[in-house]
């Protein structure tokens, strides 16, 4: 089996306010047919460059499969997903930051929360033209490249709203212990008028953005070892007990933290859907 090609490239300002990354992976087909996405709290841009198509399972909807063109703008999920691993083998994503796609999407980011939405609603031809340049460009750094010059093209001036910004790098910090009331005094906003700009910018309110980031931050904490002390991790992200963990752990990824280590790859948000869909509810 040939080895993962996993590439990323960092956008040059002013695209680095808003993308985290433009990545291209290349892979061999998997030994397993689906895998759990996870939620990581941003919004991504996805390319699939083997076949014009996209499938997902939400189990929210009783894991129905959802098809769309192989590019589609996924918004942010509050829950894991599945996906089709075949449409994993050849692919180019742009993560952004999130609140990211403000200047690229004429869109309310509450709109998109949870949904792979095809690009062509966004763009027009101009997402097919975009895919086309993507296969035609010389390879993986050629696409990555192109990549970057499609956002810049496409970027209007619109910036997120100044007191979301202040948020999110609150709640970064210490997403354990952000208040909401707080920061929507420092930055002048009533707390109803706060969550409303914040879930038009970043898709989710702000409480449970921050779940998602010591959700994050748990698995980033069990990635540094092979020996993973879930207790501890609990205690050093904030949780209240261990109780209190699983029950985060399984509503953002539908399985315990043991049977996400026994089924993760080699990417921390893509763990392999071993159970059927009635176990996993």
Same mark, same amino acid.
């Given at each position: 089996?040939?080895?993962?090609?996993?590439?990323?490239?960092?956008?040059?300002?002013?695209?680095?306010?808003?993308?985290?990354?433009?990545?291209?992976?290349?892979?061999?087909?998997?030994?397993?047919?689906?895998?759990?996405?996870?939620?990581?709290?941003?919004?991504?841009?996805?390319?699939?460059?083997?076949?014009?198509?996209?499938?997902?399972?939400?189990?929210?909807?009783? +894991?129905?499969?959802?098809?769309?063109?192989?590019?589609?703008?996924?918004?942010?999920?509050?829950?894991?997903?599945?996906?089709?691993?075949?449409?994993?083998?050849?692919?180019?994503?742009?993560?952004?930051?999130?609140?990211? @796609?403000?200047?690229?999407?004429?869109?309310?980011?509450?709109?998109?929360?949870?949904?792979?939405?095809?690009?062509?609603?966004?763009?027009?031809?101009?997402?097919?033209?975009?895919? @086309?340049?993507?296969?035609?460009?010389?390879?993986?750094?050629?696409?990555?490249?192109?990549?970057?010059?499609?956002?810049?093209?496409?970027?209007?001036?619109?910036?997120?709203?100044?007191?979301?910004?202040?948020?999110?790098?609150?709640?970064?910090?210490?997403?354990?212990?952000?208040?909401?009331?707080?920061?929507?005094?420092?930055?002048?906003?009533?707390?109803?008028? +706060?969550?409303?700009?914040?879930?038009?910018?970043?898709?989710?309110?702000?409480?449970?953005?921050?779940?998602?980031?010591?959700?994050?931050?748990?698995?980033?904490?069990?990635?540094?070892?092979?020996?993973?002390?879930? @207790?501890?991790?609990?205690?050093?992200?904030?949780? +209240?007990?261990?109780?209190?963990?699983?029950?985060?752990?399984?509503? +953002?990824?539908?399985?315990?933290?043991?049977?996400?280590?026994?089924?993760? @790859?080699?990417?921390?948000?893509?763990?392999?859907?071993?159970?059927?869909?009635?176990?996993?509810?």
């Amino acid at each position: 089996m040939r080895p993962t090609l996993y590439l990323e490239r960092i956008p040059a300002p002013p695209l680095a306010a808003f993308v985290r990354s433009i990545w291209y992976c290349e892979s061999a087909p998997r030994g397993h047919a689906l895998e759990r996405v996870l939620p990581n709290g941003a919004p991504q841009l996805i390319v699939n460059l083997k076949a014009d198509r996209t499938r997902t399972y939400r189990p929210e909807l009783g +894991f129905a499969c959802q098809a769309a063109s192989g590019t589609v703008l996924s918004g942010v999920q509050s829950r894991y997903c599945v996906i089709d691993t075949a449409e994993t083998e050849c692919v180019l994503g742009v993560a952004f930051h999130a609140g990211g @796609t403000v200047p690229f999407f004429r869109v309310p980011a509450h709109e998109l929360r949870d949904t792979s939405a095809p690009l062509d609603l966004f763009w027009g031809r101009g997402a097919a033209d975009l895919r @086309t340049q993507l296969l035609e460009a010389s390879g993986p750094q050629a696409r990555l490249a192109a990549m970057e010059r499609a956002l810049a093209a496409s970027r209007k001036l619109a910036e997120p709203h100044a007191a979301v910004a202040f948020a999110l790098e609150a709640f970064r910090r210490r997403p354990d212990q952000a208040s909401m009331a707080a920061v929507a005094g420092k930055i002048g906003l009533s707390p109803k008028r +706060f969550i409303e700009r914040f879930k038009a910018t970043v898709g989710v309110p702000p409480k449970h953005y921050c779940r998602i980031l010591r959700f994050q931050r748990a698995l980033a904490a069990a990635a540094r070892g092979d020996a993973v002390d879930w @207790t501890r991790i609990a205690v050093d992200c904030g949780y +209240f007990d261990q109780a209190h963990f699983i029950h985060d752990f399984r509503a +953002f990824a539908g399985i315990t933290p043991t049977a996400y280590q026994s089924a993760r @790859t080699e990417f921390q948000n893509h763990v392999k859907f071993v159970q059927s869909a009635a176990a996993a509810l």
